[in-house]
Structure formats: structure tokens, C-alpha cells
């Protein structure tokens, strides 16, 4: 890997990104410390210059200012406190008594190096600095300074400290950094290994959890709930594709020899019928794409924009009201019953909901011996409204039921029978769009379809 790759990945720049945050931050409050610190210590010795010229000035006056020459000739001479350093000088300037000459005259603070003024007594380094400041007395002025030393030594600490600091944290940040970004880059590879694999081919691929329950194993549940999703639809278009050439090439087959057929007619009457049946061929056709067609827009959520608020309870009388006599001329009994008091309102569009439950009806009187009873139930259970479809027919063996919302999927598989195998897709399509569960279980004797919608 090149430095220009390294560069380029996300957990590297996010790792040097935070490292160079932290190390900022570490040379912000150093800074202010050094400054803080520094200022601390400068304000401590000129306190302590302070003190001293107040008592040492106490003995200003006419009578006593021999005294205070006297005193800082003294003081400037001791060797108990090397750090200080004196200058009294008359009005005129001239020096009277201490161990430094020639300090400039100033009202303010002043830094003096020890090579830039004259001491009586050789002490120190010629680079060490005093902090000091004249004060005005009856006859003349007087200055005190102090070193600073304290200071310097202060700041050459914090220096070594901030060096040393920096140099271990650089290097702690830079192993957890390197550990953080490998285990971001893991978990990065771990999506984009089954990516690939699912762009070369292999739908079954799944990202895998890490078990944390953290944000990211949410993402790869959200990315493998998306890849099965593909994987079903990729399945159900190969399946589809499958089905649909088995549909087609029967009626195919049986319009062609209609026409051929009817080609070498003579009579009209015959040749009249032959047509009906070959037209009949195409509309049987003709309906089984209309129907993939109708599911695919409904799949793709395009009938959304016409949801109501509707009452299940009208638009399952009303399937009621339509059915009861087509399941009276197949010898089916029809009823709906309600536990419901008051109406079950959900979100939908009325002409489609009724699709999904006539389509449910219909495949109960079209696939059950005559006698049957059907009955369609309405209930509120846990936050929802659901519907039942139960008939005492023949159900559907368990592991097939998953299967029969498939597309132009049959449990004859033979396709000899009427009907195209798109009732249940188109229920099942209805259902995902309204967000509402289907399921089919067991009626004991016969089958049950369970429709699950979200109460409003």
C-alpha cells in the first residue's frame, strides 16, 4: 500500500484527524499554563521587590536618608541574599550606595541581564536576568531588582515537560490511533468483502455481525435485510422468467395450431369459433401480463399517493355483499363476522384493499369442493387490526406457503389448471404496500389467511 492509499482511507485520516485534534489541544493548555504560570511567578517577585523598597524607603526622610545609605550599603554588600541588587542614587544621579551602577532611570519595570549593569560582588551567570524598578525618595531614587531565575528555571520545566509530554503522547496516540483505524478498516472490509462478492455473483453473501449491538451492526443488519431482499427479487425474476415461458408456451402452442386450423377452414361458422378461441388464447395472455404489470406498480409504491383513511370493517362487507353470490352458484357458503366495536380505520387504497381480500375469496372458492364454508373475521389484537380468511377446504401444505406468494408459482406443477399463479403475489404485493403481515396457517380443517394492518 502506497502513502497515497494510506491517505485515502477513511480511518487513517479519521485517526490522524483526532491525533492532531488532541496534540492541539495539549499545546492550548500548555500555552496557557506556561503563560499563566509564568506570569504567577513573575508577579511573586515583584511583590517581593515591592516589600523591600517599602521597607527600606520606611527610612526616607531629612534626618534619617544617612541612615538609609547607610543601610542599603550594607544590604547591597550581604552575601545573605545574593539574588537582590541596589542602586541609591542623590538627585543629581550620582551613586551613593549598591552593588550595581548605571541603571537607567525608568518609571516602569525593567528586565536587567547581569552583564548589562555593573554588580560590586561576582555572583551568577553573566546571562541571568532581574526584574527591578526605581522609586523616588526625598533625596534621590532608589532601585531594587530581584532574579528571576525562578522563572527561567520554571519555564525551562514546563518546556522539557511539554517535549517529553508530546513525544509520549504522539506516541500513544499514534498506537491507538493505528489500533482504532485497523479496526475500523475491519469492519469496513467486513462490508465491503460481501459487497464484491454480491457484484460477482454471490447473492447469498451476508455482512457479518460483530455482536456489539453498536450502530454499525444495525447498518449491517439494515445492509443483509437489503441483500436478502435482492436475493428474493433476483430468485423471483429468474423463477418468474421460468414460469412465464411455461405459461406462454401452451397458449402460444394452442393459438398457433387454432390459427393454423382455422387457415384451411371453409366453413364460417367454424371458422368464426376458431377465431373466438384463439382470441380467447390471447386474452388469457393479455391478462397474465396486465397482472405482472399491476403487481410491479404496485411494488413500486405508486398507488401511496391514493391512501384514505378507511373503515376494514365496510370494505370487508362490501367484498361480502359481491361474493356471496359467486360462492352461493359454487355451492360455498360466504359470511363475515366482526369483533371489532366501532371502526377498524387503517391507511390504504380502497380499490386495492378489496383486490386483496376478493383475491383471498376467490381462491377459496376457485381451489375448495363445493360445500365449503368461508368465513372472513375481523379483530383488534396488540395495536393492530387483522383480518382472517378461513375456508374448510384442502390447505396448503406448510412448507409450501412461503412459496405461493411467488410469482406465477403453482403447487401443481404441471400448470395444467386454470389461472396464472398471480393471486397470492398480488396479495402479498397489496399487503408490503399498506405494511401489513400475510401469513397462512392452518384452519383445522382447511386454511386460514391472516392479514395483519397497523391501526391508525
Not at 509530554?165 to 475500523?184: D, I, M, N, S
Not at 469496513?188 to 453473501?205: D, R, T
Not at 371453409?266 to 369459433?273: A, G, P, S, T, Y
Not at 404496485?298 to 370493517?313: H, N, Q, W
Request: negative net charge; glycine residues 6%; charged residues 25%.
Amino acid at each position: 500500500m502506497t502513502a497515497r492509499d494510506l491517505l485515502k482511507r477513511t480511518p487513517f485520516r479519521l485517526a490522524a484527524a483526532f491525533s492532531l485534534f488532541f496534540i492541539t489541544t495539549i499545546l492550548a493548555l500548555f500555552t496557557v499554563i506556561y503563560f499563566v504560570a509564568s506570569e504567577r511567578l513573575a508577579a511573586d517577585i515583584r511583590d517581593r521587590v515591592e516589600t523591600t523598597l517599602d521597607s527600606l524607603a520606611a527610612l526616607d526622610g531629612d534626618r534619617t536618608f544617612d541612615d538609609l545609605v547607610g543601610l542599603v550599603a550594607s544590604e547591597s554588600q550581604s552575601v545573605r541574599d545574593p539574588d537582590f541588587i541596589m542602586e541609591l542614587v542623590d538627585k543629581n544621579g550620582n551613586f551613593l550606595a549598591g552593588n550595581v551602577r548605571g541603571v537607567r532611570n525608568s518609571t516602569n519595570w525593567m528586565t536587567l541581564k547581569r552583564s548589562d549593569v555593573f554588580l560590586t560582588l561576582d555572583r551568577g551567570e553573566p546571562d541571568d536576568e532581574f526584574l527591578a524598578i526605581w522609586r523616588p525618595l526625598a533625596k534621590g531614587r532608589l532601585l531594587v531588582g530581584s532574579d528571576n531565575s525562578e522563572v527561567k528555571l520554571m519555564k525551562s520545566f514546563l518546556l522539557n515537560l511539554l517535549g517529553y509530554g508530546v513525544l509520549a503522547a504522539g506516541l500513544a496516540l499514534a498506537l491507538c490511533a493505528a489500533y482504532f483505524a485497523r479496526e475500523a478498516q475491519h469492519r469496513i472490509n467486513a462490508f465491503a468483502q460481501p459487497l464484491a462478492k454480491v457484484s460477482q455473483g454471490e447473492i447469498a453473501a451476508r455482512v457479518p455481525i460483530s455482536g456489539q449491538h453498536d450502530d454499525i451492526d444495525q447498518v449491517a443488519l439494515q445492509v443483509n435485510r437489503m441483500l436478502g431482499d435482492l436475493q428474493r427479487l433476483i430468485e423471483n425474476v429468474n423463477q418468474s422468467s421460468s414460469d412465464i415461458a411455461h405459461d406462454l408456451k401452451k397458449p402460444l402452442g394452442r393459438l398457433r395450431q387454432r390459427l393454423d386450423d382455422a387457415r384451411q377452414m371453409e366453413d364460417k361458422e367454424e371458422f368464426r369459433k376458431a377465431l373466438e378461441a384463439a382470441l380467447g388464447d390471447i386474452d388469457s395472455i393479455s391478462e397474465t401480463f396486465d397482472a405482472l404489470l399491476r403487481i410491479t406498480q404496485i411494488e413500486a409504491g405508486a398507488r401511496k399517493s391514493r391512501f384514505v383513511t378507511l373503515d376494514l370493517a365496510r370494505v370487508l362487507a362490501d367484498v361480502r355483499d359481491v361474493y356471496d353470490v359467486v360462492a352461493e352458484d359454487a355451492g360455498d357458503s360466504l359470511k363475515y363476522v366482526g369483533h371489532v366495536s366501532g371502526p377498524a380505520n387503517v391507511r390504504g387504497d380502497p380499490e386495492l384493499l378489496v383486490q386483496l381480500f376478493a383475491n383471498l375469496v376467490e381462491n377459496s372458492i376457485r381451489h375448495c369442493p363445493s360445500g365449503t364454508k368461508i368465513i372472513m373475521s375481523l379483530s383488534a389484537r396488540d395495536g393492530a387490526y387483522v383480518v382472517d380468511v378461513a375456508d374448510t377446504g384442502p390447505s396448503i401444505p406448510a412448507h409450501e406457503r412461503v412459496n405461493v406468494f411467488r410469482r406465477l408459482y403453482r403447487l401443481e406443477r404441471a400448470r395444467s389448471t386454470e389461472g396464472s399463479g398471480l393471486g397470492l403475489s398480488l396479495v402479498a404485493a397489496i399487503a408490503e404496500l399498506h405494511s401489513a403481515k400475510v401469513e397462512l396457517l392452518d384452519n383445522n380443517p382447511g386454511l386460514r389467511a391472516e392479514v395483519s394492518f397497523p391501526a391508525v
